[in-house]
Structure formats: structure tokens, C-alpha cells
């Protein structure tokens, strides 16, 4: 074995369990593995895009520019960092602001109206439409007809 | 057969308006907290104005909910920046120094603010009777629902929120409050 490869091996060997130390490290030290920061990036946009604003008239956390929004994004970007998943800092954040903070209420409760209603109003206006087509399809059978005269 | 269109066009409006007049019956600002009845986040933050009398807290000491445990604590959360903090800025001086002699710690946190703001708020009131604490990152604020200030919450001494009011309070309402909680609670001995 020439000293080139030899080397080549040693560096592959050293570059392989550089990888494999930051997990195995973590998860001896009993912590989860980091998530990378891409990832919770796309998760905290994610997040506070379905969460409201407290101090803004119907804005996400994600589009509001006040201070309170970037402070609570930022709580979001370290609970995710900090393994919690997307329920549990869904979970956090309702228990603190109750179900004001969902900008989509869960379909439970009163909340289904907002689910139910827009349905019931679409089969109701259906029915209405079909029935008045029905009616003016249908051969008139009173009445005469447009080249009848009239009787009498 | 008018009659019968009407009956049926009231038929369908009737849930709508009945919608309609139970949503003019809530304020749409207002905020439901899920906080009253629930065990308080606990916090640690530093103090930044002392205080006076018998509430007094050294400056740079950190404030823990945890280590007030047994007392009602009033909470209250202001700004320098807040227009309706100055209404109520006397009223929590003077609950607090009428409930002095009680197992009652009052502490003012600050939000959305620069420390040396605050102190200036302060001076320029003639003081406060209890320590305010900094809250960096609004952290805490969060913790506790906060979506505007001022906002006053009242811990009974087992570390659950019996009472949370929005806007401006004044003492008559919170020595109430406070009182309230304080008959309920068993007494212990040396208290």
C-alpha cells in the first residue's frame, strides 16, 4: 500500500467519524440530534403562518411585522430547535391564548358552524336553483298557451 | 300562497340573524384567557427598580414566581409607551401599601420596553410600592397570554391565577380580589 493511499484512508476514516460524532455525541448525552437550520426555519414559517397575531386585526404571526409576532416567531424557531414538535408548540401557544390564536379554528363545538354552514347554504341554494329550473321546464298545463286565444 | 314564501324566507333567515345578535353580544377585542383557574407560569427576572416599604426587592436580584409561593402575588404588566398604565399607576401603589401588612407581593413587569424608560416613567410618578422586573424577549409576557398592556393577573398562593384583568384596574377592585383569595386560603401557622 503506497503512502498516498494510505493517507487517503486515514483522511476518509477521519472525515467519517467526524460525521457520526455530532449524533452518536447527542444522543450519549441523551439529547436529540440537531435539526438543521433549514429545517426549522421551514417549520417555524410553517407554524406561524397558521398561528394569529394577538395584537394585529387577523395577520399570522408570520406576516405581522409587529414586535410581539417576531418575539412569539422566535419562541417558535427555539421550541423547534429544542425538538418540540408542531402540535406541541401548537399545544403551548393554545394554552396561553386559547383558541383565539388558531387563525383556522379546529372544526369542534361551535367552531363547526364555520365548517357546516357554508355547506348547508350551498345545498340549500342548490336545492332552491334546481327547483326553479324544475318549474320553469316544466310544459305550463293551466293557462294557455302563448298563440291561444283566450277563452271566451 | 305569499304567505307561505314568507314563512319559508323567515324560516331560513332566523338561525342567520340569531348568529348575527349572539356575535354583537361579544367584543371582538377581547381576548378569552385559558390562564384563570390553570396553575401560573412560573418566572425569574431580574429587578430593575426596587420598590418601597416592605414589597421592596434589591436592584439586580431576580424575582422568582416559585419563591413566592404561599403569598397572592399581583402580576401587573405595563409600559412606559402605555397610555392607560398612567390611569392605573396610582391605584396599584396605593392597593399595594393598603395590603403591606398581608401576605401580598405585588411586581410590575415591564413589556416591550428599554429599562431606562421605565426608571424615568417611574421618577416622573413619584415612585411605585413594589419592584419592577425587566422581561427581555417578552418571554414571560408570552407565558402569561399577554396581548396588550396594562394587564393584571392575581396568583393565589398556590401558584394558580385566580383573576386576570384587562386595561386599567384600580385598587378598590384588586384589593378585593386580593382580599377575597386571602379569606379563602386556610391560614397556616406562622402567617
Same mark, same amino acid.
Given at each position: 500500500?503506497?503512502? +498516498?493511499?494510505?493517507?487517503?484512508?486515514?483522511? !476518509?476514516?477521519?472525515?467519517?467519524l467526524?460525521? =457520526? +460524532?455530532?449524533?452518536?455525541?447527542?444522543q450519549?448525552?441523551? %439529547?436529540?440530534?440537531?435539526? #438543521?437550520?433549514?429545517?426549522v426555519?421551514?417549520r417555524?414559517? !410553517?407554524?406561524?403562518?397558521?398561528?394569529?397575531?394577538?395584537?394585529?386585526?387577523?395577520?399570522?404571526?408570520?406576516?405581522?411585522?409587529?414586535?410581539?409576532?417576531?418575539?412569539?416567531?422566535?419562541?417558535?424557531?427555539?421550541?423547534? =430547535?429544542?425538538?418540540k414538535?408542531?402540535?406541541?408548540v %401548537?399545544?403551548?401557544?393554545?394554552? %396561553?391564548?386559547?383558541?383565539?390564536?388558531l387563525?383556522? #379554528?379546529r372544526?369542534r363545538?361551535?367552531?363547526?358552524? =364555520?365548517y357546516l354552514? #357554508?355547506?348547508?347554504?350551498?345545498?340549500?341554494?342548490?336545492?332552491?336553483?334546481?327547483?326553479?329550473?324544475?318549474?320553469?321546464?316544466?310544459? !305550463?298545463?293551466?293557462?294557455?298557451?302563448?298563440?291561444?286565444?283566450?277563452?271566451? | 300562497?305569499n @304567505?307561505?314564501?314568507?314563512a319559508?324566507?323567515?324560516?331560513?333567515?332566523?338561525?342567520?340573524?340569531? /348568529? /348575527?345578535?349572539?356575535? $354583537?353580544?361579544? *367584543?371582538?377585542?377581547?381576548i378569552?384567557?385559558?390562564?384563570?383557574g390553570r396553575?401560573?407560569?412560573?418566572?425569574?427576572l431580574q429587578?430593575?427598580?426596587?420598590?418601597?416599604?416592605?414589597?421592596?426587592?434589591?436592584?439586580g436580584d431576580?424575582?422568582?414566581?416559585?419563591?413566592?409561593?404561599?403569598?397572592?402575588?399581583?402580576?401587573?404588566? @405595563?409600559?412606559s @409607551?402605555?397610555?392607560?398604565?398612567?390611569?392605573?399607576?396610582q391605584? $396599584?401603589? /396605593?392597593?399595594?401599601?393598603?395590603?403591606?401588612?398581608?401576605?401580598?407581593q405585588?411586581?410590575g413587569?415591564l413589556?416591550?420596553?428599554?429599562?431606562?424608560?421605565g426608571r424615568?416613567?417611574?421618577?416622573?410618578?413619584?415612585?411605585e410600592?413594589?419592584?419592577?422586573?425587566?422581561?427581555?424577549?417578552?418571554r414571560?409576557?408570552? *407565558?402569561?397570554? /399577554?396581548?396588550?398592556? &396594562?394587564?393584571?393577573?392575581?396568583?393565589? &398562593?398556590?401558584?394558580k391565577?385566580?383573576?386576570?384583568?384587562?386595561?386599567?384596574? @384600580?385598587?378598590?377592585l $384588586?384589593?378585593?380580589?386580593v382580599d377575597?383569595?386571602l379569606?379563602a386560603?386556610?391560614?397556616?401557622p406562622?402567617?
Amino acid at each position: 500500500m503506497t503512502l +498516498s493511499v494510505r493517507r487517503w484512508r486515514i483522511g !476518509a476514516l477521519a472525515a467519517a467519524l467526524a460525521l =457520526a +460524532s455530532g449524533p452518536v455525541a447527542a444522543q450519549l448525552a441523551g %439529547k436529540p440530534p440537531a435539526i #438543521p437550520d433549514s429545517v426549522v426555519e421551514a417549520r417555524t414559517t !410553517a407554524l406561524a403562518s397558521t398561528l394569529r397575531c394577538p395584537v394585529c386585526q387577523g395577520l399570522s404571526l408570520q406576516d405581522s411585522p409587529s414586535e410581539l409576532a417576531q418575539q412569539m416567531r422566535s419562541l417558535i424557531k427555539d421550541q423547534v =430547535a429544542a425538538g418540540k414538535s408542531d402540535a406541541e408548540v %401548537k399545544e403551548y401557544f393554545l394554552s %396561553k391564548y386559547g383558541e383565539f390564536i388558531l387563525l383556522e #379554528p379546529r372544526a369542534r363545538g361551535f367552531n363547526l358552524l =364555520a365548517y357546516l354552514l #357554508p355547506a348547508a347554504v350551498l345545498v340549500a341554494g342548490g336545492l332552491v336553483v334546481w327547483w326553479n329550473v324544475r318549474r320553469w321546464t316544466q310544459p !305550463a298545463d293551466a293557462g294557455p298557451s302563448p298563440g291561444e286565444p283566450p277563452a271566451g | 300562497m305569499n @304567505w307561505k314564501r314568507s314563512a319559508i324566507a323567515a324560516a331560513v333567515a332566523a338561525p342567520f340573524i340569531v /348568529l /348575527l345578535a349572539y356575535g $354583537l353580544t361579544k *367584543d371582538p377585542r377581547e381576548i378569552p384567557s385559558p390562564l384563570p383557574g390553570r396553575q401560573a407560569p412560573d418566572f425569574a427576572l431580574q429587578v430593575f427598580l426596587p420598590g418601597e416599604g416592605p414589597m421592596a426587592r434589591n436592584i439586580g436580584d431576580t424575582v422568582s414566581l416559585a419563591a413566592m409561593r404561599g403569598k397572592v402575588v399581583v402580576v401587573n404588566f @405595563w409600559a412606559s @409607551w402605555c397610555l392607560e398604565c398612567i390611569t392605573e399607576h396610582q391605584d $396599584l401603589s /396605593l392597593a399595594a401599601r393598603q395590603l403591606a401588612g398581608k401576605p401580598v407581593q405585588f411586581v410590575g413587569v415591564l413589556y416591550n420596553d428599554v429599562v431606562d424608560a421605565g426608571r424615568q416613567w417611574v421618577a416622573d410618578r413619584g415612585g411605585e410600592a413594589y419592584p419592577a422586573l425587566n422581561d427581555p424577549g417578552a418571554r414571560v409576557a408570552i *407565558d402569561y397570554g /399577554l396581548y396588550g398592556v &396594562p394587564e393584571t393577573f392575581v396568583i393565589d &398562593p398556590a401558584g394558580k391565577v385566580a383573576y386576570k384583568h384587562t386595561g386599567p384596574i @384600580w385598587a378598590g377592585l $384588586l384589593t378585593a380580589k386580593v382580599d377575597s383569595i386571602l379569606a379563602a386560603t386556610p391560614r397556616t401557622p406562622g402567617q
